[in-house]
């Protein structure tokens, strides 16, 4: 039981490029969250989905794009990457079978852009 | 307006307990409190949650105030392991999102 795995852990990026964040769970979780962390602050929402096919923003969602076609993955998309989103980003997923379960994080993408 | 509010350090003697305070005075009435530990910038680790009663599990144990506007994180004999930063969330507006807030950093000390 894997739970929460992020790919790549570490990339850097030119302004203007694009990637993909990966990210998939095996504990068949319906709720997936995607957060950004920069140094010393707390982690900000960015966009979360609540099951296949469904997909809504978060506090931060400007410069990026999400798609959720299964129920393990739930890729983030930066289509022209800044440096402002130099950031660790981090993947959650909730079970919700009952509201109040908690949020099981991945060990994060450290993306810099140059 | 922040939805919960830590201080931003505390030390601890190992061995001893750590007592971690969160403010989080909007909490409504069906809304969980939840705490995360975060070490070395790794992913958020999950501790304890609770809505009205105090909690204990293996990690830790906490005690909610009877009003629910604050709660106490209590690790009973701090390791020099439990040094990292303590994040007290709550849900937003009873939705799908939750606040983290900036957490507190423990430092443990010989």
């Known amino acids: 039981n894997a739970g929460v795995t992020q790919t790549p852990k570490f990339r850097i990026l030119k302004i203007g490029q694009s990637m993909t964040l990966q990210c998939t769970q095996d504990?068949?979780?319906?709720?997936m969250y995607w957060y950004r962390q920069d140094p010393g602050m707390g982690l900000k929402l960015i966009y979360y989905s609540v099951g296949a096919g469904i997909t809504d923003k978060g506090e931060v969602p400007n410069g990026y794009n999400v798609s959720r076609s299964t129920t393990e993955d739930f890729p983030l998309r930066l289509e022209l990457a800044a440096p402002s989103q130099t950031s660790v980003y981090f993947c959650?997923?909730?079970?919700?079978?009952?509201?109040?379960?908690?949020?099981?994080f991945g060990d994060g993408t450290r993306l810099s852009i140059l | 307006d922040a939805k919960t509010t830590q201080p931003p350090s505390m030390d601890c003697a190992e061995g001893r307990a750590a007592n971690l305070p969160c403010n989080h005075s909007?909490?409504?009435?069906?809304?969980?409190v939840y705490w995360y530990r975060q070490i070395h910038s790794q992913g958020p680790q999950y501790i304890i949650h609770g809505l009205k009663n105090n909690e204990t599990n293996e990690m830790a144990s906490l005690i909610i105030t009877e009003d629910r506007k604050s709660s106490t994180l209590i690790l009973p004999h701090a390791t020099l392991r439990d040094t990292a930063v303590y994040y007290c969330?709550?849900?937003?507006?009873?939705?799908?999102?939750?606040?983290f807030g900036t957490g507190t950093s423990l430092t443990v000390i010989p």
């Open positions: 969330i709550v849900r937003v507006d009873n939705g799908n999102q939750f606040y």
């Open positions: 504990m068949n979780h319906n709720y």
């Open positions: 959650a997923s909730k079970e919700d079978r009952m509201g109040n379960q908690p949020q099981h």
């Open positions: 909007t909490i409504s009435g069906n809304e969980y």
